[in-house]
Nanobody
Framework: QVQLVESGGGLVQAGGSLRLSCATS????????MGWFRQTPGKERELVAH???????NYADSVKGRFTISRDNAKNTMYLQMNSLKPEDTAVYYC?????????WGQGTQVTVSS
């Protein structure tokens, strides 16, 4: 059974940094891309960053230059390094693995940035 488990969230002051991890257990076939999304109450889940199978990356305009997505295939783990955090980055962050047969999601990790 496939599971994605996020970790690394928490409370940080504005200007600080956090690194989120998304560990995958189980084997996933046909991966198209992996990504990080975030959601705040009353709003739709939005794409933060994603990385394709050939390591091409893409970022939301709001996080460009501050966040970096990466992965370690040997550890089956994806990361999101978040620097220069702002209060508006406060959200629940989810990781997702997209495959040709469907998507897998983690349970989410809360990130709170205080001003």
């Amino acid at each position: 059974q496939v599971q994605l488990v996020e970790s690394g969230g928490g409370l940080v002051q504005a200007g600080g940094s956090l690194r989120l991890s998304c560990a995958t257990s189980g084997r996933i076939r046909g991966i198209k891309s992996m990504g990080w999304f975030r959601q705040t109450p009353g709003k739709e889940r939005e794409l933060v960053a994603h990385i394709t199978s050939d390591d091409s990356t893409n970022y939301a305009d709001s996080v460009k230059g501050r966040f970096t997505i990466s992965r370690d295939n040997a550890k089956n783990t994806m990361y999101l390094q978040m620097n220069s955090l702002k209060p508006e980055d406060t959200a629940v962050y989810y990781c997702r693995t997209a495959t040709w047969l469907g998507d897998y999601w983690g349970q989410g990790t809360q990130v709170t940035v205080s001003s």
